[in-house]
Nanobody, 121 residues
């Protein structure tokens, strides 16, 4: 079975950058989405990358600051986060898309354990 593992989170100051990684084991993954969940809030869509041509999609809240890319040779998808803000503080997850539109978490069927990102002011 496919398993996903996120890494790269940590504690940073506002304006800093982080790069998160999502590594798949067991099978090469396809369409991958990134989500985040802050305390007391719903899991929210950040962006996704296509399995066919590496087309990317982003939520308006991160457009221009976050970039998703992939390295198929390493079975890894990356989330580069620049100009981080305190409101970006959350647990970040990657997931494998199953069907439907890209933003609802219900349309993803495999998740990693999450990695904590904390941005201080």
């Amino acid at each position: 079975q496919v398993q996903l593992t996120e890494s790269g989170g940590g504690l940073v100051q506002a304006g800093d950058s982080l790069r998160l990684s999502c590594v798949a084991s067991g099978r090469t993954f396809s369409f991958v989405g990134w989500f985040r969940q802050a305390p007391g809030k719903e899991r929210a869509f950040i962006g996704a990358i296509s399995s066919s041509d590496d087309t990317t999609y982003y939520a308006g809240s991160v457009k221009g600051r976050f970039t998703i890319s992939r390295d198929n040779n390493k079975n890894t998808v990356y989330l580069q986060m620049n100009s981080l803000k305190p409101e970006d503080t959350a647990v970040y997850y990657c997931g494998l898309h199953r069907l439907g539109t890209y933003d609802p978490p219900q349309n993803y069927d495999v998740w990693g354990q999450g990695t904590q990102v904390t941005v201080s002011s």
